[in-house]
């Protein structure tokens, strides 16, 4: 029979909770999000990566 058990096909550095007015986005928490083959979505927290946490920051601070 064929293993059935989803698996990770993408992860990213996703916020615990959106920041507050007060906050920026370097002063909330971070984890990272997996997309799973079977189309849902697992956060996990865990540190993410840097350079791509730094990427993704940037980006949302330029959207401001």
């Not at 293993?3 to 007015?21: D, G, H, Q, T």
């Not at 849902?40 to 949302?60: C, G």
Request: aromatic share 12%.
């Amino acid at each position: 029979m064929k293993n059935s058990n989803p698996y990770v096909i993408r992860r990213f550095p996703y916020w615990v909770a959106p920041p507050e007015p007060h906050e920026t986005f370097r002063d909330i928490e971070w984890g990272v999000m997996e997309v799973l083959s079977d189309d849902t979505l697992r956060f996990v927290y865990e540190q993410p990566d840097q350079a791509e946490l730094e990427k993704l920051i940037k980006h949302l601070e330029s959207q401001c």
